[in-house]
């Protein structure tokens, strides 16, 4: 499979835990970014890479989510001391160049209790 | 499996019927448009894009129109089947990396 790849699916956990999640780009691809996505609405951006370096960080992040991609290949992002709030679908998407299709992973849905 | 949105715009069709989904962008800047299909459990797919030096793309059972004077994208399905049942996305893209979606439209399709 040579699509975007996520990991876990799911993940429940209990509020004040912190959370990890995985993603992997098309292998091609130097440009990753994240996305939060609640029921009801389109995927809002939270965050891009290209290569290693994290060009820009949304507001919607606050400072208990941080992403990495230390190699520039595949990134993650974590959550510390989650809130219930903190329930969505976190997609990850690449791309090659920067107005090119963005090619979505699975997704990752977080339910905090 | 789970849904990806409980109070969308909701379109209904029969099969075999054409379908139309529509989008209204904000930002008259933007050149590069995207739509996208979401399966429920499942992240955005890839359907079809247009750039704004066109007013019109197709594909394989779809096709874009894009009427920039009313800031306006349409998704047009012919022959919609069992399968096109989903959410439908549009982006919109002014030459960065960001993508701005629309809230998406849930089609419905009837045996």
């Known amino acids: 499979d040579t699509g975007v790849s996520q990991n876990p699916r799911h993940k429940i956990t209990k509020r004040g835990q912190n959370v990890t999640f995985r993603c992997d780009p098309i292998?091609?691809?130097?440009?990753l970014y994240w996305y939060r996505q609640t029921l009801g609405q389109g995927p809002e951006f939270l965050t891009y890479f290209q290569n290693e370096a994290q060009l820009e960080k949304s507001r919607l992040l606050s400072d208990r989510f941080s992403a990495e991609r230390p190699k520039g290949s595949f990134s993650t992002l974590e959550i510390q001391r989650t809130e219930q709030g903190d329930s969505a679908m976190y997609l990850c998407?690449?791309?090659?160049?920067?107005?090119?299709?963005?090619?979505f992973g699975p997704g990752t849905r977080l339910l905090v209790l | 499996g789970e849904s990806v949105g409980l109070h969308l715009p909701t379109l209904s069709v029969q099969e075999g019927d054409n379908s139309i989904i529509n989008c209204a962008y904000s930002?008259?800047?933007?050149?590069?448009f995207i739509w996208y299909k979401q399966e429920s459990g499942k992240g955005p797919q890839f359907i079809i894009d247009i750039r704004s030096n066109m007013d019109k793309r197709q594909g394989q059972r779809v096709t874009v129109l894009l009427n920039k004077t009313v800031k306006h994208l349409s998704l047009q399905i012919a022959a919609t089947q069992p399968g096109d049942s989903a959410v439908y996305f549009c982006a919109e893209n002014s030459g960065t990396y960001k993508y701005i979606f629309g809230t998406g439209t849930r089609l419905k399709v009837l045996a």
């Open positions: 292998s091609e691809h130097n440009r």
């Open positions: 998407a690449s791309s090659f160049k920067v107005q090119e299709t963005q090619y």
């Open positions: 930002n008259s800047a933007s050149d590069y």
